[in-house]
């Protein structure tokens, strides 16, 4: 059974930093791109990164790009996100999600807090 | 920048039908944008409806249907009951390792 168990979340000041994980279990991990997705309260999913088999090609949306970083470790089956110059908007849901080849998330994670404020 | 579009909310019958549209502000959507779709009922994880435009992800019943439509992706629900009442996301691969999400519409069944 595939299992996304997301970590790291909480309360955080503006301009502060976080690192979420991503456990993964049920299946072989390193033959997976893997992502991160975010839902601000109220609002709907909002597509935040992604990152190749190997970890070597790392893919962010705009709003996030130069402020978050994503890495793997395969040894580990694990996935990171680290969120840098957090601002108020980063404030959402962050849910780790499995995808096939390049197309869709089959698997997703029960997500991550994060809350930004003073 | 790409704008992927969805009805905000959209209302059905029970044992009705409803076709929910996916579009983009610029151009067409066709099978090259891998359209998925995905349930969310409040504070659950999403769910895993549809990908690749047609195929339906297991244990999803078949009253869930994909299609292109015109220059849209569709997903039809065929037979609504009262636990498809949810939020429906639509999500286009937009190629180089991004994705664009739709705003959501959220379903009502009465």
Redesign the interface.
Known sequence: EVQLLESGGGLVQPGGSLRLSCDASGFIFSNFVM?W?RQAPGK????VS?L?LSGT?P?F??SVKGRFAISRDNSKNTLYLQMNSLRVDDTAVY?CAKV?G??????????TLVTVSS | QTVVTQEPSFSVSPGGTVTLTCGLTSGSVSDIYYPSWYQQTPGQAPRTLMSSTNIRSSGIPERFSGSILGNKAALTITGAQADDESDYYCVLYMRSGIWVFGGGTKLTVL
């Open positions: 992502s997705v709907g999913l909002e597509w992604a190749s090609s893919y949306a705009d849910y096939v390049w197309s869709h998330f089959d698997f997703w994670g029960q997500g």
